[in-house]
């Protein structure tokens, strides 16, 4: 999932940024150092966003472990374990 968004956002950055070089009149040609840098800047944003959307996802996990896990200060206070079934031997 986190390198379909990578690579979704690269696609979407270096596709706008050829287009806004195009606009201002500097064509983009393959191999060029145009193109190396707008390429160089959509992986960085890319990569970027994944790394959000991952930090995102690990804080969701975090809030639902916490509020799934319920340890209260009476479950850690040394209760008394329930006594081990001992088997009875035949007579």
Do not use: C, K
């Not at 968004?5 to 806004?20: C, D, G, I, L, P």
């Not at 804080?59 to 340890?71: C, D, G, S, Y």
């Amino acid at each position: 999932m986190l390198g379909t968004v990578a690579w979704a956002a690269v696609a979407h950055n270096a596709v706008h940024a050829t287009a806004a070089a195009a606009r201002a009149g500097h064509p983009v040609h393959p191999g060029g150092p145009l193109a190396a840098a707008i390429y160089r800047h959509a992986i960085a944003t890319g990569f970027s966003r994944a790394f959000l959307v991952a930090a995102g996802i690990a804080l969701l996990t975090l809030a639902i472990n916490i509020t799934l896990i319920r340890v209260r200060r009476a479950d850690l206070a040394g209760t008394e374990q329930p006594a081990l079934a001992v088997a009875l031997e035949p007579q």
